[in-house]
């Protein structure tokens, strides 16, 4: 049986469950958030609370339909990716629409990472978000809302989902079984966010590329721009260079919060650099990142790298 515990999402899950009890509900919902944060559980969760048999109750999780839902096997929830999304699945997906649910009165379907679907593929289902049928409940799941059409978007509600605090992100990361004294030096190592935690921490190659990043970090906090260009320099797959400059974003994204409460390389960089600097490099890593659709030499754009990061600290 899936677990589908929620950790800080208080503020979400009661103005669903307001809407949801006042009969407002609506016909299509979006949660959009980075990935990692919780999104894919919470619109099951919302799966959950739209089909339960208990009203006011909902979710109760115990009754038959919830506990289909838990158990993966309810027909009328349906997830609409698979593997990725092709054009004939979302043309089935449309058609399933127009026929009585299986079992109950509502048939929910779940557009996980629906910035992944084509534009094609979005014009494909325009027709049924724009028509809704009473039978039809729709949610998706968003990191890039910039790539959801503005017709897709105005058709749908919205909700962000708000950063995790520590002790919510400590108690998701324990509850995976993330020991809590170490879950609590990922947080401040790492930031707010378990499903990233949880992807770094498995993989070992990952984990190399956090660290590489994160000296690359303290050594710009210290305007050191040899020993960046060095550390830069030791990688030469295109794949791994592109990851410690995603880790490295987030580094510095870290220690342009005021309120965030890091160590190690966010600390260092809060404490060196002035926000003007810090929103100035966090730009350029923005710009260098975007590079990852072309086929650029990894050699070469590693000293580009360190040039262009030091290039608006100077």
């Not at 006011?56 to 990716?81: G, L, Q, S, W």
């Not at 009165?105 to 557009?111: E, H, P, Q, S, T």
């Not at 990361?173 to 170490?182: M, R």
């Not at 810090?278 to 030499?297: G, K, M, P, Q, W």
Request: a negative charge.
């Amino acid at each position: 049986m899936m677990d589908l515990t929620l950790f800080g999402k208080q503020s979400e899950t009661s103005r669903l469950k307001a809407l949801h009890n006042d009969g407002r509900m609506p016909h299509a919902l979006m949660l959009t958030g980075e990935r990692g944060i919780g999104k894919k559980m919470l619109a099951r969760w919302c799966a959950l609370l739209m089909m339960c048999e208990n009203g006011a109750e909902a979710p109760c999780m115990h009754c038959r339909t919830c506990n289909n839902i838990k158990n993966d096997d309810h027909p009328d929830v349906i997830f609409a990716k698979g593997e990725k999304y092709s054009a004939d699945r979302i043309r089935e997906i449309v058609q399933q629409t127009a026929l009585f649910p299986n079992d109950g009165d509502l048939r929910v379907i779940i557009f996980e990472d629906c910035d992944e679907m084509t534009e094609i593929h979005q014009n494909l289902l325009l027709k049924a978000i724009e028509e809704p049928s009473k039978y039809n409940r729709y949610i998706f799941t968003c990191e890039n809302t910039d790539a959801v059409l503005p017709t897709i978007k105005s058709r749908v509600v919205t909700i962000p989902l708000s950063e995790m605090s520590n002790p919510d992100c400590v108690s998701c990361l324990v509850a995976k079984g993330v020991p809590e004294q170490e879950a609590t030096k990922y947080i401040f190592r790492l930031g707010k966010n378990p499903g990233k935690i949880l992807e770094i921490i498995k993989d070992k190659k990952k984990i190399a590329l956090q660290e590489s990043a994160e000296k690359i970090a303290q050594y710009i906090a210290d305007e050191n721009e040899y020993d960046t260009a060095r550390e830069f320099s030791g990688y030469t797959d295109r794949e791994e260079l592109f990851g410690i400059i995603s880790a490295l974003y987030d580094i510095v994204s870290r220690a342009l919060l005021p309120d965030y409460e890091g160590e190690g390389a966010v600390k260092r960089l809060k404490e060196n650099l002035s926000l003007k600097k810090l929103y100035a490099v966090t730009r350029r890593i923005e710009e260098l990142n975007s590079c990852s659709d072309y086929n650029v030499n990894a050699k070469v754009f590693a000293a580009y790298c360190a040039s262009q990061l030091f290039d608006v600290i100077a």
